[in-house]
């Protein structure tokens, strides 16, 4: 983002852990000493420390068939054992796992005891309809409890899960359960948003209206306690069944190697494709990061992560990391801004959160409406702050430790990515210098660097591309179904030296740490969740309006990015639609197609798009244009006038 780069040179201050802090710390300088000395043998040692195995493991890593890992391959274990048995077995049952906050106020507290017994009986019941090891479950739900509920309870069997967030449309939803040929759709009436109630069952129905699919049973929580149309035979009452099995559920072993879940991710390319992460590798690095990086003490924080169960971050720090970790933790069901500003923070003091994690893009709207609202609540339990998900420019970070933390609470920037599973590149709270506006030091156990296209390491103040230089637990282990295509977008770039290539630029300072600066594919980041420029064209394009069209990503003070399309009308349409008209029905098209998070900021509906003789679209003048600033160098177009007549139709 051009602001960071800016930023960055007009904050020069740095935050040292506080000796208290420093002295309390749950992770030390000595884990990257021993990381340093041993790597494969420091992950053993967080692996066994951390986790439970039915059955040890012998071997680390297996890299003999690069870039497909195994991790810890020969040993055996239960996810779901992992996130709840033990800890009960381990007399903590009564430990409130999640505090469930709905958005129209209600509230439950479910202990570890009582969310064991929850997933034993999903499990039965996942059992009854037929679903075992290895098949896939589609899930569609809000953010309430049966999310994880559900989760776990296909980790508990061995299925495999797909989380499709709730805001992606029937289209998006229906592509996501054939790709993975999932058997069974869990779902709900609908959750709360903004004070209403917001179907789900109805895109699902409409996902699956044709025949011609894998799915057998769509299971249907309550809770917007809206109509809903019923499929009989099909469709299923989640309590209703739920009444109906035993409590009783034994968590049998499976090898470490068992897939866990496919969430889909967008790339530059084509449709999203379906990111696989598997069990032992997964869960040692999202109990490891987030014990770690949060400074977890699970005996008295209250731990908050905003995201969505539908992304990563809801998978890793909402899900699995936690509750391996056997934390407290808030799940919050609805918007920051309901049912009036600082909602957020009345949930903060209701719950005594310690430890708070979002995105950039939040704390950015949080500044915009002004500090008097955090202010007037009691935020005095809050001690560590985390960000992800976009860089978070220093601007924001100071606002964000001063305004939210009290001025003394560190604020970790954690970068990575749905193919990493969990955190690479993150301060630790109780050992680093906090530079605000730099993801600083890969973790203890994760190798990376800054290279030129020749993979040369980059010197200090040059930019360069991420890559991570050797094999880490979490990594994902393909992209379902396709496993070529998982080798040419992240392997072939640096083959040669067999590394990782993440997709995002960055920059080396004089201290050696790491400043991101955004991707360098056609891969938006908007409101820190991942679009790309293709499927927004192609969702564009087969709209009967449209001719020809384009999206590029613009900086946007809110959302970080933000992305604006051009568009050409067919020539047989100009006149059935008004151009403003267009604009708007295209707008909502995305929408319709791909999801809300996918409509653009603007359309704009032009003559001509800038292309190279080769045909190419320039899309970086296009971005000026989106932008407002003055269009750089046009002499390779083939057409040079097309840009002054768009910049013309823009004023
Ligand atoms: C992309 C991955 C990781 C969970 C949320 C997003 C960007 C993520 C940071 C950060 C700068 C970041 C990168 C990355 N990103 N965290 N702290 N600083 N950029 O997961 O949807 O897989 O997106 O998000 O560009 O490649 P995702």
Redesign the pocket.
Known sequence: MADTIENLLHEARRFPPSAEFAANAVATAELYERAGEDRLGFWADQARELLHWHTPFAHTLDWSNPPFAKWFADGELNVAFNCLDRHVLAGLGDRVAIHFEGEPGDSRAITYAELLVEVKKAANLLTALGVGAGDRVAIYLPMIPEAVVAMLACARIGAVHSVVFGGFSSDSLRSRIDDAAAKLVITADGGFRRGKVSPLKPAVDEALQDGAHTVEHVLVVRRGGNDVAWTTGRDLWWHDELAQVSDEHEAKPFPAENPLFILY??GSTGKPKGILHTTGGYLTQAAYTHRNVFDLKPETDVYWCT?DIG???GHSYVVYGPLANGATQVLYEGTPDYPALGRWWDVVAKYGVTILYT?PTAVRSFMKQGRHIPEDRDLSSLRLLG??????NPEAWIWYREVIGADTAPVV????????GG?M??ALPGVTTLKPGS?QVALPGIEVDIVAEDGASVGADEGGLLVITEPWPAMARGIWGDPDRFVSTYWEQFATQGWYF???GARRDKDNEIW?L??VDD?M?VS???LSTAEIESALVSHPLTAEAAVVGAADETTGQAHVAFVIIKDSQVDAAAAEDAAEILRQHVAKQIGAIARPRQVFIVAELPKTRSGKIMRRLLRDVAEGREIGDTTTLADTQVMSIIASTMK
Request: proline share 3%; net charge negative.
């Open positions: 991710t967008s995201a992304w990563i971050t995105a960000s992800v998900g976009e860089p978070i920037d954690t970068w990575w990515q749905t193919e990493t955190i590149i993150s993801a993440a997709g995002d991101l955004g991707r891969v980041n820190g969740h991942r």
